[in-house]
């Protein structure tokens, strides 16, 4: 018998996990294999947003319906990624982790130098000077603006441009072969990426962290598990339970590579393959959703900076809190979709209630773990925006082919 890749994938990580206990630092030699599967990924993903966009938009056939489903996607986004923070701010108000927390401040000054990129920054950053540079230099945002346009473009030509139409079409299912193929190694890639994570990781950091992992933790337990469930029965019309099903392989690679963008080919295949999502909808939501949809992300954000002002013995009013919740969702939007992007874009939310930066330095050790946690509910949070928008596009969802 054949087992489903998503079968196969769940045993892999607990065989990972094992693996990296039993073997601690010698795994280190397991790195080549999910270095490899991680480059695979990251190989495909622009190919992947440019032919699969420019065929999804070209295929809406109005702009008019463009935007319908752009206002759909972006309520969704910020309505999910906001409860996600009230989420995570309610936890960390009650939990109050920080509280007493000793101050052990090593490494932060050196991260919160890193180059954080303001919302002007952030925005410019979307036009590409050059479209080519920005394929080349692997930035997601510029290439959805382009495919964007081209799409668009294509589509309100007409006639005259139909042969492109048939073109991208055709590279769209070239490029979600090579995915499927790409999918195929993805148990032996999580495999390798779990031994490496857990071999390499002292469990005596997490210790004196315990209380604001377990933050971070239940914050987004109730929002993978209660919230996006509630909001898939209510908008999406799909049952939570075959929903998890479907997209596991996705979320299990987000997990083990913490990065949204690598995992972004097999959130794709899943989507479509699983649930029946149309192409038009998932390259729209979901290269979108990679890089700016990130509840995990958000609410992670907004529980580390409480949890620095709690350690550090300042008292946070309502409306700090409240500056807490937006900049960390903005944080979210800026943060790149790959691992340890929320340390970077985290001086923003500290910046704007002027909280020291080197607090940082007290949350890296467990920095790591949380990413893949974090990463694997962003990407839980694309995958149920892009069934929900779906539906209220008037697709029937369901079961597909299963694997
Ligand atoms: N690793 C996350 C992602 O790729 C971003 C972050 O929270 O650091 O979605």
New binding site residues.
């Given amino acids: 018998m054949k087992l489903k890749i998503s079968t196969q994938i769940f045993i892999a990580i607990i065989l990972g996990i094992i693996a990296g206990l039993v073997l601690g630092q010698s795994v280190v030699h397991l790195k080549i294999v999910g270095d490899m599967f991680i480059r695979l990924l990251r190989m495909i993903i622009i190919p992947l947003i440019f032919a699969s966009m420019v065929s999804g938009i070209a295929s809406i056939g109005n702009v008019r319906n463009l935007g319908r489903i752009g206002l759909r996607t972006f309520v969704y986004y910020l309505a999910t990624t906001l409860l996600a923070v009230g989420v995570g701010l309610i936890l960390v108000n009650l939990l109050k982790p920080g509280v007493g927390v000793a101050l052990a401040v090593e490494a932060g000054v050196e991260q919160a130098g890193r180059e954080v990129p303001s919302v002007v920054s952030i925005l410019t950053g979307i036009v590409p000077e050059n479209l080519f540079a920005a394929m080349a230099e692997d930035k997601v945002l510029p290439v959805i603006f382009f495919s964007l346009m081209l799409g668009a473009a294509i589509s309100t030509v007409g006639e005259r441009a139909r042969p492109l139409i048939g073109l991208f079409d055709a590279f769209n299912g070239v490029i979600m072969k090579i995915t499927d193929w790409i999918m195929r190694l993805a148990p032996l890639g999580v495999f390798a990426l779990m031994a490496v994570m857990i071999g390499q990781m002292g469990l005596a950091v997490i210790k004196p962290l315990a209380v604001y992992m377990a933050a971070v933790l239940v914050g987004l337990g109730i929002h993978a598990c209660l919230t996006l469930p509630l909001l898939l029965i209510v908008f999406g019309k799909y049952s939570p339970v075959k929903f998890i099903r479907d997209v596991f392989s996705a979320v299990a690679t987000?997990f083990s590579t913490?990065?949204?963008?690598a995992t972004l080919p097999i959130t794709k295949d899943c989507l479509e393959t699983n649930t029946g999502v149309s192409n038009k909808v998932s390259s729209f939501v979901l290269p979108l959703g990679?890089t700016m949809n990130?509840d995990?992300?958000a609410l992670?954000e907004a529980v580390a900076a409480m949890f620095i002002a709690q350690a550090y013995g300042i008292d946070m009013t309502l409306g700090q809190q409240l500056v807490v919740m937006l900049t960390a969702t903005l944080a979210?939007i800026g943060?790149?979709?790959?691992?340890?992007?929320?340390?970077i874009t985290m001086v923003i939310v500290l910046r704007a209630v002027n909280l020291p930066l080197e607090g940082i330095g007290m949350i890296l050790a467990v920095d790591r773990i949380l990413?893949m946690f974090?990463?694997a509910v962003?990407?839980w949070g694309d995958s149920c925006g892009a069934a929900i928008v779906a539906r209220m596009e008037g697709e029937h969802l369901g079961s597909v082919e299963g694997r």
């Avoid at 913490?258 to 963008?261: C, D, K, L, P, Y």
């Avoid at 943060?335 to 340390?343: R, S, T, V, Y």
């Fill in positions: 987000a913490a990065s949204s963008a990679a990130m995990g992300t992670y979210s943060a790149a979709a790959i691992p340890g992007a929320a340390l990413d974090r990463t962003n990407v």
